[in-house]
C-alpha cells in the first residue's frame, strides 16, 4: 500500500503534464478557426466597400486602409497561431483546412473585383497604394498556408493546395494589373 501511495503523487502529476498540451491545442485550434472567421469577414469588408472606394476614393480610402491593414494583420496573427498550434488533429485538420478554403474563395472574388477596377484606381492615383496592400497580403497569405500545410494532417493537403494555388494565381495577376 506504501508503494501506491507514493506513486499515487507521481502517476497524478504525470497525467496532468500529458493532460495539458491537448488542453492547450484545442483552445488554440479554436483560435486559429476563430482567426480564419476574422480574416473572411476582413475580405468581406474590403469587398463590400470597394464600390465606395472606386466611386470616391478620397472618401473611401480610409475605410478601405483601414479594411486592408486589418486583414495583413489578421494574416499574421493566423499564421502564429497556426505554428502555435504545431499539429492538428484529423478532426481540426479538416476544419481548419474548409475555413481556409472559404477565406481563399472569398479573396479570390475580391481580388478579381480588385483588378476590374484598376483603371479606375488608375484614374483616382490609387494604384501605388493598392499594390503596397496587395504585396504585403501576398506574402501573408504565402506564410499562412505554408504555417498550415505544416500543420494539417496528410488528408488536407490536397484541399489546401488547391485554395492556395488559385489564390496565388489571383495575387500574382492583380499585382502584375497594379504594377
Same mark, same amino acid.
Given at each position: 500500500?506504501?508503494?501506491?501511495?507514493?506513486?499515487?503523487?507521481?502517476?497524478?502529476?504525470?497525467?496532468?503534464?500529458?493532460?495539458?498540451?491537448?488542453?492547450?491545442?484545442?483552445?488554440?485550434?479554436? /483560435?486559429?478557426? $476563430?482567426?480564419?472567421?476574422?480574416?473572411?469577414?476582413?475580405?468581406?469588408?474590403?469587398? $463590400? &466597400?470597394?464600390?465606395?472606394?472606386? /466611386?470616391?476614393?478620397? *472618401? $473611401? *480610402? /480610409?475605410?478601405?486602409?483601414?479594411?486592408?491593414? &486589418?486583414? &495583413? #494583420?489578421?494574416? %499574421?496573427?493566423?499564421?502564429?497561431?497556426?505554428?502555435?498550434?504545431?499539429?492538428? &488533429?484529423?478532426? #481540426?485538420?479538416?476544419?481548419?483546412?474548409?475555413?481556409?478554403?472559404?477565406?481563399?474563395? #472569398?479573396?479570390?472574388?475580391?481580388? *478579381?473585383?480588385?483588378?476590374?477596377?484598376?483603371?479606375?484606381?488608375?484614374?483616382? $492615383?490609387? /494604384?501605388?497604394?493598392?499594390?503596397?496592400?496587395?504585396?504585403?497580403?501576398?506574402?501573408?497569405?504565402?506564410?499562412?498556408?505554408?504555417?498550415?500545410?505544416?500543420?494539417? +494532417?496528410?488528408?488536407?493537403? +490536397?484541399?489546401?493546395?488547391?485554395?492556395?494555388?488559385?489564390?496565388? %494565381?489571383?495575387?500574382?495577376?492583380?499585382?502584375?494589373?497594379?504594377?
Amino acid at each position: 500500500m506504501q508503494i501506491f501511495t507514493s506513486l499515487f503523487p507521481l502517476l497524478l502529476s504525470s497525467t496532468l503534464v500529458f493532460s495539458t498540451p491537448i488542453a492547450k491545442r484545442v483552445e488554440n485550434t479554436a /483560435k486559429v478557426l $476563430g482567426d480564419f472567421s476574422i480574416i473572411t469577414r476582413n475580405v468581406q469588408h474590403l469587398s $463590400g &466597400n470597394l464600390a465606395s472606394f472606386v /466611386k470616391s476614393p478620397s *472618401i $473611401g *480610402i /480610409k475605410t478601405f486602409s483601414t479594411h486592408f491593414s &486589418n486583414l &495583413n #494583420d489578421h494574416l %499574421a496573427v493566423t499564421t502564429s497561431d497556426t505554428v502555435a498550434v504545431g499539429s492538428f &488533429n484529423t478532426t #481540426d485538420s479538416q476544419s481548419v483546412a474548409n475555413a481556409a478554403a472559404t477565406f481563399a474563395q #472569398d479573396a479570390l472574388t475580391f481580388l *478579381i473585383a480588385l483588378m476590374s477596377d484598376e483603371n479606375a484606381m488608375a484614374a483616382a $492615383g490609387q /494604384k501605388s497604394l493598392v499594390l503596397g496592400y496587395l504585396n504585403t497580403a501576398n506574402v501573408a497569405t504565402l506564410n499562412l498556408f505554408t504555417a498550415l500545410e505544416n500543420s494539417v +494532417d496528410e488528408d488536407e493537403l +490536397d484541399t489546401l493546395s488547391v485554395a492556395q494555388e488559385e489564390l496565388q %494565381a489571383a495575387f500574382t495577376d492583380s499585382i502584375s494589373a497594379y504594377s
